[in-house]
């Protein structure tokens, strides 16, 4: 497909447990995001790669939360000791590239329940 | 500190009638606004972005306002149409930033 394809769509996990997303962007997007979506929230930034480097790691909530992107392409976002908190649809984006007015395409979103 | 503010959490509009979602910001440096919209369990689909050296950009039924004294953003949707019903969300950027979503707005277009 031509878009952002995010896998799982769908994770049921108990607390604890590490879980791992995955994130394939649009072939050519050398910018990708992780954002999540809490319950009622808007979309709050995780961290960024520009190619298969995180220049902004900011948004990552604690130090259970780690990221990375090979090849430049396709990125996991990994949780550690998942906590209930954590609970929430993790949505990856890409872009042509960061510096430019480019808009982002998002993926579906892993919906992610702890248990 | 919440920089990009949907007041509205929902809204309802007759289907052909003009449907206007509105967003605020506070951060002077933010140059570059963009519309998502999203259906339920699906990721937010770009509609239509704006820089700060415009105060309008259109696209077929949508059409963006920038009024940067007021830093104030808004979204024209005329007609509106029931596949238009979703959740809209604004964002800006300054530079090479992150982009700082609003909290998103209802909207409901009723037959």
């Known amino acids: 497909g031509a878009g952002v394809s995010q896998s799982p769509s769908n994770k049921v996990t108990e607390k604890g447990k590490d879980v791992e997303l995955r994130c394939d962007p649009i072939?050519?997007?050398?910018?990708l995001y992780w954002y999540r979506q809490s319950l009622g929230q808007g979309l709050e930034f995780l961290i960024y790669?520009?190619?298969?480097?995180?220049?902004?790691k900011s948004g990552l909530p604690s130090d259970r939360f780690s990221a990375e992107r090979t090849g430049g392409s396709v990125s996991t976002l990994t949780i550690q000791r998942t906590q209930q908190e954590d609970s929430a649809v993790y949505l990856c984006?890409?872009?042509?590239?960061?510096?430019?007015?480019?808009?982002?395409?998002f993926g579906d979103g892993t919906r992610l329940s702890i248990l | 500190d919440q920089q990009v503010k949907q007041n509205s959490p929902s809204l309802s509009v007759q289907e052909g009638r003009i449907s206007i979602l509105n967003c605020d910001y506070t951060?002077?440096?933010?140059?570059?606004f963009l519309w998502y919209k999203k259906y339920p369990a699906e990721g937010p689909t770009f509609l239509i972005s704006?820089?700060?050296?415009?105060d309008k950009n259109e696209d077929g039924r949508f059409t963006v306002f920038l009024n940067k004294s007021a830093k104030h953003l808004s979204l024209h949707i005329v007609p509106s149409q029931p596949g238009d019903s979703a959740v809209y969300f604004c964002a800006a950027k300054a530079s090479a930033q992150k982009l700082v979503f609003g909290q998103g707005t209802r909207l409901t277009i009723n037959p």
């Open positions: 951060n002077s440096m933010f140059d570059y």
């Open positions: 072939s050519g997007h050398t910018a």
């Open positions: 790669f520009q190619g298969n480097s995180a220049p902004d």
């Open positions: 704006i820089s700060s050296i415009k």
């Open positions: 984006a890409s872009s042509l590239e960061r510096g430019l007015n480019q808009p982002q395409h």
